[in-house]
């Protein structure tokens, strides 16, 4: 359950496809969803707090409804999940909305998925990622083009936020053709391992984007061995 909405999806794609859902679909039903704290009051009235979320609820935040027996998905949305849904299954978003069914989309491109705008494979990207979908990642990242960011230092933490090799790879190409190095507090906004991986291709490669191709390919060689 997402949101007001009920996914009827079988458990079988989605375990084959994410490993999230692997563990997440075979805890027990009266688990307690994370990042809420139970609390008793002085009066003795039980009460379940979510800092991140500034919530107050006073029953049990169970991974699984009681009522519709749905699973509980929060921190995403129906647009997301739905454009999600469209790669897994041919048809779109195979939901009823409570408390009316909604009819099944049938999808009318299998290339493109129905997805055709960058910002919702992102999106896409971004659920791939936190659920652990190694074949609705793949898919993404072929589908997206390098992001247009203001800088190619963001365009570095973009891309090391999504884990994506090609943006890492262009946005550490761009810094070091640059002249000069990034500004001090640019620099600051770096991860560590970034810096020392900036300063050491520019000393050792110059701005020859071959050489640094090649330095490239064996710093993620080795990042694939760790």
């Given at each position: 359950q997402v949101e007001n909405a009920v996914y009827k999806v079988h458990n079988s794609t989605l375990t084959r496809h994410s490993?999230?859902?692997?563990?997440?679909?075979?805890?027990?039903?009266?688990?307690?969803?994370a990042g809420w704290q139970y609390y008793e009051t002085r009066?003795?009235?039980?009460?379940?707090?979510?800092?991140?979320?500034?919530?107050?609820?006073?029953?049990?935040?169970?991974?699984?409804?009681?009522?519709?027996?749905?699973?509980?998905?929060?921190?995403?949305?129906?647009?997301?999940?739905?454009?999600?849904?469209?790669?897994?299954?041919?048809?779109?978003?195979?939901?009823?909305?409570?408390?009316?069914?909604?009819?099944?989309?049938?999808?009318?491109?299998l290339v493109t998925y129905d997805v055709e705008d960058q910002e919702t494979w992102l999106e896409i990207l971004k659920l791939a990622n936190i659920w652990e979908s190694k074949s609705v990642r793949k898919l993404a990242i072929s589908r997206l083009k390098i992001p247009h960011v203001y800088s190619a230092k963001a365009l570095l933490t973009f891309a090391r936020n999504l884990q994506v090799r090609e943006w890492t790879r262009a946005a550490l190409i761009h810094l070091c053709k640059r002249p000069l190095l990034p500004e001090r507090d640019e620099l600051r906004e770096l991860d560590k391992e970034d810096i020392i991986l900036l300063c050491t291709l520019r000393a050792t490669c110059g701005d020859d984007e071959d050489q640094i191709n090649v330095a490239l390919d064996e710093y993620f060689n080795d990042e694939d061995v760790k």
């Open positions: 490993p999230w859902f692997a563990r997440y679909l075979s805890q027990p039903d009266d688990n307690i969803l009066r003795g009235e039980d009460l379940w707090i979510h800092w991140d979320k500034r919530d107050i609820i006073h029953v049990p935040p169970r991974v699984r409804d009681e009522a519709t027996g749905a699973w509980i998905l929060h921190g995403v949305t129906t647009a997301q999940v739905d454009a999600f849904m469209s790669v897994l299954y041919p048809v779109c978003a195979p939901r009823k909305t409570l408390p009316l069914l909604r009819p099944n989309i049938l999808l009318s491109d």
